[in-house]
């Protein structure tokens, strides 16, 4: 069985480590790690230490790794901490893994300001997507330790949460922490951060100022509309009655097919913070329209795409298991057909009848792919005509 010793530092050049650990290193053999741990514990390694960087593509190392039983690797903070222990776990779940954690950044970050951290929702920019950042801004989250990379710098964080109206936090960045001559800390509104440069490696910290709201139901007027036509949106009621028949809760990817103004997509994402919400509109006018509205009500993480959606590709997409139908343009039949060829097992499509017309054509599409309606609600809003809301299953 392969034996990986993983022993978590800072970046300290003037390292300590526990007589165990010194114990180990000195009768090491091959040793791996990032470039910036190698040039902080070289003069600690035994003369016939053969190094391993850590570089990607990974499979490489793992590949080098192959031919020792017994490797001494060197991590940054605590190693189950979105860290080395994690991806050696994965990639061999039957190797021995023997751990050395230390204080992880967002630690020594949250010891440097003083803050109990015990509440505080942690997430990981470090090469990944922004989808769990979105999600917590929207939830509300109080108070944010979040990883960094070179991309999604703090600058950077900071000026995409003033685009969607999150300007009420603070942040603390902490740059080069553990390393006592570089190491800075510095507490800065959004609107300085977002104009400031900070050295790299750095994390930063999210303290919110005042709550933002986060309504239940948002009126249609409220939104920018197209061509200023009321009649063109997905009224609140109905809006709210239609994400109740989706059952969105225990959805993972929803689809929105004519979104126009995308209040259907924002007051999901709003409602479920967690769900993947792709949405389709034809004309043109609706991209410049969800960007708006997106950034007006908070929801960052739509993927809005335009054009016909008979002809839009769908390779690469999240599959839905939840999908709204606002707009058909008397192509119903093709919708339903390429909707049926994605839709995962157990999944729902909603549709809101607004003429026996349509009525027809969703009742017949349902039908030829071999669906059935499960569901359907009739309701009328002020002086408007009675919408007929069908979920198929």
Same mark, same amino acid.
């Given at each position: 069985?392969?034996?990986?010793? *993983?022993?978590?530092?800072?970046?300290? +050049?003037?390292?300590?480590?526990?007589?165990?650990?010194?114990?180990?290193?000195?009768?090491?053999?091959i040793f791996s790690g990032? !470039?910036?741990?190698?040039?902080? =514990?070289?003069?600690?390694?035994?003369?016939?230490?053969?190094?391993?960087?850590?570089?990607?593509?990974?499979?490489?190392?793992?590949?080098?790794?192959?031919?020792?039983?017994?490797?001494? $690797?060197?991590?940054?903070?605590?190693?189950?901490?979105?860290?080395?222990?994690?991806? =050696?776990?994965?990639?061999?779940?039957?190797?021995?893994?023997?751990?050395?954690?230390?204080?992880?950044?967002?630690?020594?970050?949250? +010891?440097?300001?003083?803050?109990?951290?015990?509440?505080?929702?942690?997430?990981?920019?470090?090469?990944?997507?922004?989808?769990?950042?979105?999600?917590?801004?929207?939830? /509300?989250?109080?108070?944010?330790?979040?990883?960094?990379?070179?991309? !999604?710098?703090?600058?950077?964080?900071?000026?995409?949460?003033?685009?969607?109206?999150?300007?009420?936090?603070?942040?603390?960045?902490?740059?080069?922490?553990?390393?006592?001559?570089?190491?800075? =800390?510095?507490?800065?509104?959004?609107?300085?951060?977002?104009?400031?440069?900070?050295?790299?490696?750095?994390?930063?910290?999210?303290?919110?100022?005042?709550?933002?709201?986060?309504?239940?139901?948002?009126?249609?007027?409220?939104?920018?509309?197209?061509?200023?036509?009321?009649?063109?949106?997905?009224?609140?009621? *109905?809006?709210?009655?239609?994400?109740?028949?989706?059952?969105?809760?225990?959805?993972?990817?929803?689809?929105?097919?004519?979104?126009?103004?995308?209040?259907?997509?924002?007051?999901?994402?709003?409602?479920?913070?967690?769900?993947?919400?792709?949405?389709?509109?034809?004309?043109?006018?609706?991209?410049?329209?969800?960007?708006?509205?997106?950034?007006?009500?908070?929801?960052?993480? *739509?993927?809005?795409?335009?054009?016909?959606?008979?002809?839009?590709?769908?390779?690469?997409?999240?599959?839905?298991?939840?999908?709204?139908? /606002? %707009?058909?343009? /008397?192509?119903? *039949?093709?919708?339903?057909?390429?909707?049926?060829? $994605?839709l995962l097992p157990g %999944?729902?499509? =909603?549709?809101?009848? $607004?003429?026996?017309?349509?009525?027809?054509?969703?009742?017949?599409?349902?039908?030829?792919? /071999?669906? !059935?309606?499960?569901?359907?609600?009739?309701?009328?809003?002020?002086?408007?005509?009675?919408?007929?809301?069908?979920?198929?299953?």
């Amino acid at each position: 069985m392969q034996r990986f010793y *993983i022993i978590g530092m800072s970046d300290d +050049h003037r390292q300590y480590f526990s007589p165990d650990v010194m114990a180990i290193i000195s009768r090491g053999k091959i040793f791996s790690g990032g !470039k910036r741990h190698h040039e902080i =514990v070289s003069p600690l390694l035994p003369p016939e230490a053969k190094w391993i960087d850590i570089t990607v593509p990974l499979d490489n190392v793992f590949t080098r790794y192959e031919e020792h039983p017994e490797i001494v $690797v060197f991590a940054s903070g605590d190693p189950l901490f979105f860290g080395f222990a994690n991806t =050696v776990k994965r990639k061999l779940p039957s190797a021995e893994i023997i751990l050395f954690p230390s204080f992880n950044s967002l630690q020594m970050l949250a +010891h440097r300001m003083v803050l109990p951290y015990q509440d505080m929702r942690t997430i990981s920019l470090t090469g990944r997507p922004w989808d769990a950042f979105y999600s917590a801004l929207i939830n /509300g989250e109080k108070l944010l330790g979040v990883l960094t990379d070179r991309e !999604k710098t703090p600058s950077h964080i900071a000026a995409r949460m003033l685009e969607y109206g999150y300007n009420n936090y603070q942040m603390t960045v902490g740059e080069a922490l553990g390393n006592r001559e570089e190491e800075q =800390v510095r507490t800065l509104s959004l609107k300085e951060a977002s104009q400031t440069t900070f050295r790299f490696p750095n994390c930063l910290i999210l303290e919110q100022t005042s709550p933002r709201p986060r309504p239940f139901g948002i009126p249609e007027g409220e939104f920018h509309l197209l061509d200023g036509r009321s009649k063109m949106i997905t009224k609140m009621p *109905i809006r709210l009655l239609t994400l109740s028949m989706l059952g969105l809760r225990d959805k993972q990817s929803f689809w929105d097919v004519g979104f126009c103004t995308g209040s259907v997509s924002i007051e999901a994402k709003l409602q479920f913070p967690d769900l993947k919400v792709t949405a389709f509109e034809q004309r043109p006018e609706g991209r410049e329209l969800m960007e708006q509205n997106s950034r007006k009500f908070g929801t960052p993480g *739509i993927t809005a795409l335009i054009g016909d959606f008979l002809e839009t590709d769908l390779t690469g997409l999240p599959a839905p298991d939840a999908v709204f139908i /606002g %707009g058909h343009g /008397g192509k119903m *039949i093709g919708i339903l057909q390429k909707i049926d060829s $994605v839709l995962l097992p157990g %999944g729902v499509i =909603v549709f809101n009848s $607004v003429s026996e017309e349509s009525l027809r054509l969703f009742r017949e599409g349902i039908g030829r792919i /071999g669906r !059935k309606i499960t569901g359907s609600t009739r309701i009328t809003v002020d002086s408007f005509n009675t919408i007929e809301i069908m979920k198929a299953e």
